[in-house]
């Protein structure tokens, strides 16, 4: 599998081995691979991470909230980001740079 794959039930295959590896496919099922993991290597937890949901350089809607106040601008992310991860964009109109969050519907929320 090639790095940046998401693992679905039809990737894993139980084997019997007396290597180290997740054992509960349930755990690692919507995971996203960090390297390439050939045939027959167990499944690690640092060989997995969270799936991206954002890609560097990705044309995005960064929302501000602040009570009744709610700006909407758009901008280009300067990184990749799951969910719940801190990213940085720029903003496209005023070239400022700025942090957000990756919300998990693949959203933007600018901090204060």
Known sequence: MPAGTVLTAADLRAADSDRPGISD???IIGLQTRITI???RPLQAS???A??????NQIVQVTFQRGPLRIVTEARTLSDGA????????N???RSTISATVQPDGSLLALN
């Open 51 to 56: 799936p991206k949901l954002i890609a560097r």
């Open 25 to 27: 496919p349930s755990q």
């Open 38 to 40: 050939y045939e027959g």
């Open 47 to 49: 060989l997995l991470q």
């Open 92 to 94: 496209l109109e005023s």
């Open 83 to 90: 969910a719940g991860d801190l990213v940085r964009v720029m």
